[in-house]
C-alpha cells in the first residue's frame, strides 16, 4: 500500500513540474518576445517616418517643376505649331537641358491627344516622341487642368518612374501637357542604403498591392497578394507595369490588406530564401503608396533557447529547493515524532528499570540477609556453646547463692550475684552482637572504627575459632583506624571470610588465622588462613554467586556479596594462596578522611 502511494505521490509531483516548466517555457517564450518586440517596434516605426521623410523629400523637388515649365510660352507655341520642327527640336534641347539641371529622368511634351511631341531622351533609342501617352492617368489629370502624378513603369524606356504632369493652357484652353518623369531606381537605390543600414527591408507597394520598389530584388514587382484574372487584367489593361504580367510573393499567412492584426508577422519568401518580418506600414496618401518597414525577427530568436534554458534552470532550481525544504521540514516532522515517541519509550523503560532495580535491591538485601543467617547457621553450634556456657555458670552461681542464702552467709551470697549480674551482662552483651549482626541494614553510611568492627566481627566467629582449636593472630596499626561506610556490611564480610577460613582448615591440623590491618594510601585487612588454599582453577570462580564447594548449608553467596559491598564502598577485594600455603584475602578500602586527619 506505502510504495502505491510514493509512487502515485511522486508521479503526480513529476506531472506537476513537467506542467510547470511548460509553462515557465512559454510564459518566458512570450515575455522574451513581447520584449523583443517592444524594442524593435518604436526602432521600426523611426526607421518608417525616415523613409516617408525621404521619399517625400526626393519627390517633392519634381513636384512644382512642370507647373514651372508649363508657363513658358515657348511650350504653348510649339504645341499651336507642332509641325515646325526647328521650333520642336528647340524645345528638347530645352528639355534636355532642364533634365540635366534637374536630374530628371525624363521631360516631354504631349499634345491635346497624348501624343509626345517633344521629349529630352530625343536623341535616345527609345524616345518617346511619337508615343501615345492618352492611357496614362497623368494626361488624364492633367488634361482637366489639375496637377497630374502618377507611378509605372515605362512602356518605351522600361523603367520605373514617377511621374508629374500639368497642363498647358492659352485662353483658357487646355493646349497640350507637359510631364516630368523621375527615375525611381535612383530612390531605391539610396532606400536601399538606408535600410542596409538599418538592418531592415523596405517594400513601397501601391493601392493594387503591387511592390514598385523594394530593397530585395526578387520583391520588385510582385503582388503582396495572389492577384484575381480580374485585376491582372485590370493591371494589365492599365499598362501601369508595361506589358508585365504580375505574380504573387509567396506570403505566409497571406498578406492582410485590411491591416486589421496588430502585429503583423509574415513570412516571405526573399533573394536568400524566406524569413519572418515585423511589417511595420505606413501610408503616403498622394502617391498612392504603402510603406513597409520589414525587420527581420530572427535575432529575437537567436538568444531565445538562452533564455528558455535559464529560465528552465531557475524553475528547476526553485522547484527543486522548495521539493528539498518541503522534504526536510517533513523529515524534520518524521524525527520530531521519532523523537517524541523515543523519550516517551526512555521514560517507560526508565520507569520500569527503576521499578526493577528497587525489587532488584529488595532481592539483593533479601539476599545479604539470607547470606548473613545462613553463617549464623553455620556457626550456631559454637554460638550455643558460647551462650550455654555463661547459663550453666549462671545456672549453679544461683544454685550456690540460694545455699549460701540459706546457711546465711550474706557476704558470700553477694560475691555470688555480682558474678551472676556480669555473666547476665556478657549474655546481654552476646546476644546484643548477634541481634547487631543479623537485623537488615540501615545502609548508613559514615566513619567507623575499624578495630571496633573488627571486634564484634571476631566475637560471632570467636566461639567457632576456639571450638576448633585454631590460633587467632591479629596485627591492628598502634593508632585505631576507621573506614567510611556500613558497619553492618563490612562486618558481614569480615565474618564471611573467617568462617570460610575456619571451615578450609577443618581439613588440616594446623591451625592459623593471621588477620592484619595496615595503613598507607589505602586501608589494607589481610586474612590468612593456613587452610588448603583456592585452587588455582577457582581463584575467579569463587567470587561469582552460588558457587560453592561446600558440603554444609553454603549458599555459594557470601563471596560474591562481600565483593558488592566491598565495591561499593570503593574498595577490592582479591585472593591468592598464600607462599607458605593457605588463602589469603586481601580487602583495599579508601581511607576515611578522618584518618588522614590522624
Ligand atoms: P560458601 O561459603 O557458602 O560456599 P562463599 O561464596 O563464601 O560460599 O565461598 C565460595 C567458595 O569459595 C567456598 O565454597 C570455597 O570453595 C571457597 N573458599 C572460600 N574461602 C576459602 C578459603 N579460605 N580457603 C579455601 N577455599 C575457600
Known amino acids: 500500500m506505502q510504495p502505491q502511494v510514493s509512487l502515485r505521490k511522486r508521479l503526480s509531483i513529476s506531472l506537476i513540474m513537467l506542467l510547470g516548466l511548460c509553462a515557465t517555457l512559454a510564459t518566458t517564450y512570450w515575455y522574451h518576445l513581447e520584449q523583443g518586440f517592444a524594442r524593435i517596434q518604436p526602432l521600426a516605426n523611426r526607421q518608417l517616418t525616415e523613409v516617408i521623410n525621404f521619399i517625400d523629400g526626393a519627390l517633392i523637388r519634381y513636384e512644382s517643376i512642370p507647373h514651372v515649365l508649363s508657363t513658358n510660352p515657348m511650350l504653348a507655341s510649339a504645341l499651336a505649331h507642332s509641325d515646325n520642327l526647328e521650333e520642336i527640336r528647340h524645345i528638347n534641347r530645352y528639355f534636355e537641358e532642364i533634365q540635366h539641371v534637374t536630374e530628371a529622368s525624363d521631360i516631354y511634351l504631349l499634345n491635346s491627344h497624348g501624343d509626345a511631341i517633344a521629349a529630352s531622351n530625343w536623341q535616345k533609342s527609345y524616345s518617346f516622341i511619337g508615343q501615345n501617352y492618352a492611357f496614362r492617368p497623368y494626361y488624364t489629370e492633367a488634361i482637366a487642368g489639375r496637377l497630374g502624378s502618377y507611378y509605372a513603369v515605362g512602356t518605351s524606356s522600361d523603367t520605373r518612374g514617377f511621374y508629374f504632369s500639368y497642363p498647358i493652357v492659352e485662353k483658357g484652353k487646355v493646349l497640350g501637357i507637359i510631364v516630368v518623369k523621375v527615375d525611381i531606381a535612383d530612390i531605391e537605390e539610396q532606400l536601399t542604403g538606408l535600410a542596409k543600414a538599418g538592418q531592415y527591408e523596405l517594400a513601397i507597394s501601391g493601392l493594387d498591392h503591387v511592390i514598385f520598389l523594394a530593397s530585395m530584388d526578387s520583391w520588385r514587382l510582385k503582388s503582396l497578394t495572389p492577384l484575381t484574372d480580374e485585376a491582372q487584367n485590370e493591371i494589365y489593361q492599365s499598362r501601369r507595369y508595361a506589358n508585365r504580367i504580375i505574380s504573387a510573393l509567396s506570403v505566409k499567412p497571406p498578406y492582410d490588406i485590411t491591416h486589421s492584426n496588430n502585429r503583423a508577422l509574415y513570412h516571405i519568401a526573399h533573394d536568400d530564401g524566406r524569413e519572418e518580418f515585423l511589417d511595420t ?267 560453592t564447594t561446600s558440603q554444609r548449608q553454603g549458599l555459594g553467596l557470601g563471596l560474591s556479596i562481600s565483593r558488592r559491598i566491598i565495591e561499593s564502598m570503593n574498595g577490592t577485594i582479591s585472593v591468592a594462596n598464600a607462599a607458605e600455603g593457605g588463602a589469603e584475602f586481601v580487602i583495599l578500602l579508601p581511607l576515611c578522611p578522618e584518618n588522614n586527619q590522624g
Request: proline share 3%; net charge neutral; glycine share 4%.
Open 281 to 547: 506600414r505606413g501610408t503616403m496618401i498622394k502617391a498612392g503608396w504603402d510603406v513597409h518597414v520589414l525587420t527581420p525577427v530572427k535575432p529575437l530568436y537567436a538568444s531565445l533557447p538562452l533564455t528558455l534554458l535559464l529560465a528552465a534552470s531557475v524553475f528547476l532550481l526553485l522547484g527543486l529547493g522548495l521539493m528539498f525544504s518541503l522534504e526536510r521540514r517533513k523529515n524534520m516532522r518524521r524525527m520530531q515524532q521519532a523523537h517524541n515517541l523515543l523519550e516517551m519509550r526512555v521514560k517507560e523503560r526508565t520507569q520500569e528499570l527503576e521499578s526493577a532495580n528497587i525489587k532488584l535491591q529488595e532481592t539483593q538485601d533479601e539476599l545479604v540477609q539470607a547470606a548473613k543467617l545462613t553463617v549464623i547457621g553455620s556457626l550456631s553450634a559454637s554460638i550455643n556453646h558460647e551462650i550455654n556456657q555463661p547459663l550453666a555458670a549462671l545456672r549453679s552461681y544461683a544454685q550456690n547463692t540460694q545455699t549460701l542464702l540459706q546457711r546465711d552467709m550474706q557476704d558470700k551470697a553477694k560475691e555470688n550475684l555480682s558474678t551472676i549480674i556480669s555473666l547476665a551482662d556478657r549474655l546481654a552483651e552476646i546476644v546484643a552482637q548477634f541481634k547487631s549482626f543479623t537485623r537488615k541494614s540501615q545502609g548508613q553510611e559514615k566513619a567507623n572504627s575499624l578495630n571496633d568492627t573488627l571486634g564484634e566481627a571476631l566475637t560471632i566467629v570467636n566461639p567457632e575459632i576456639v571450638k576448633q582449636h585454631i590460633e587467632l593472630r591479629l596485627s591492628l596499626p598502634e593508632q585505631p583506624v576507621s573506614f567510611f561506610g556500613d558497619k553492618v556490611r563490612l562486618q558481614q564480610v569480615l565474618v564471611n571470610i573467617i568462617s570460610n577460613a575456619i571451615v578450609a582448615m577443618q581439613q588440616v591440623d594446623y591451625r592459623l588465622l593471621t588477620i592484619s590491618v595496615t595503613q598507607s594510601d589505602k586501608l589494607q585487612i589481610q586474612i590468612k588462613d593456613s587452610g588448603p588454599g583456592v585452587h588455582e582453577s577457582q581463584m575467579e570462580k569463587i567470587f561469582e554467586p552460588y558457587f
